[in-house]
């Protein structure tokens, strides 16, 4: 697996995913969003990787070319 997720673009989905998560720890009791904002975890560890396969597979790549 290369990197295929530039620095803006991880920055983005780990606010994103914490703020997914967030929603689904404090939000109301018994609404949907509490196990919508659990979909969090997924952009936190591409975030955390550097690697989306979503990207992979429609050819995308926001990071740097070496």
């Given at each position: 697996m290369t990197?295929?997720?530039?620095?803006?673009?991880?920055?983005?989905?780990?606010v994103a995913g914490i703020a997914l998560?967030?929603?689904a720890v404090f939000g109301?009791?018994?609404s949907a969003w509490?196990?919508?904002?659990w979909i969090?975890?997924?952009p936190i560890?591409?975030?955390?990787?550097?690697w989306c396969p979503?990207?992979?597979?429609?050819g995308i790549k926001t990071c740097k070319s070496a």
């Open positions: 990197t295929n997720m530039g620095s803006t673009d991880r920055i983005i989905r780990m998560v967030l929603l109301p009791a018994g509490n196990w919508i904002g969090g975890l997924v560890v591409t975030a955390l990787i550097g979503a990207y992979k597979i429609l």
